[in-house]
């Protein structure tokens, strides 16, 4: 399946596909849980950036395999405004190729690559960052979109 086709809902409990944002910029930024360190970091620095990147014409999504209950945890207990999609079937991580082996105090398991891509107005990816770390991130998204 094409990610523009993917359906997933939001923090807002509304239903989201990429390609209702055909003619739009997206900055998709892709974590791995809610309510651990680097992830609040990243979100708080989304949320705080978010006016600039509207102003700049790009709407940001943020994505994990949470659940949106979660999700909707995560932002009032992080004081977020952002629209965070809930891939619980893991269909966006999949497509976007961001779902990989990962190491914690020896142990293997799978989860989400934190990595960032920005959509053009039709749909493609010009933009990603894969395996990135989440601080000072959502400022260097915002710089590189600002030139």
Not at 35 to 61: H, I, M, R
Not at 70 to 87: A, C, T, V, Y
Request: aromatic content about 12%.
């Amino acid at each position: 399946m094409n990610y523009l086709d993917i359906e997933v809902t939001g923090s807002d409990d509304k239903l989201y596909k990429l390609r209702d944002y055909l003619g739009k910029r997206v900055v998709l930024y892709f974590y791995p849980k809610d309510n651990t360190s680097g992830c609040t970091l990243e979100a708080k620095d989304f949320t705080c950036l978010k006016d600039e990147f509207a102003e700049l014409g790009y709407q940001v999504f943020g994505v994990s395999r949470d659940t949106v209950k979660s999700h909707q945890n995560f932002m009032k207990r992080q004081e977020l405004d952002l629209i965070l999609l809930s891939d619980v079937n893991e269909e966006l991580v999949k497509e976007f190729d961001v779902l990989k082996e990962k190491s914690m105090y020896g142990k293997k398991y799978i989860g989400i690559l934190r990595s960032t891509f920005i959509l053009d107005e039709e749909g493609k990816i010009i933009k990603e960052w894969r395996k990135i770390t989440a601080k000072d991130h959502a400022k260097n998204v915002l710089d590189y979109i600002k030139g």
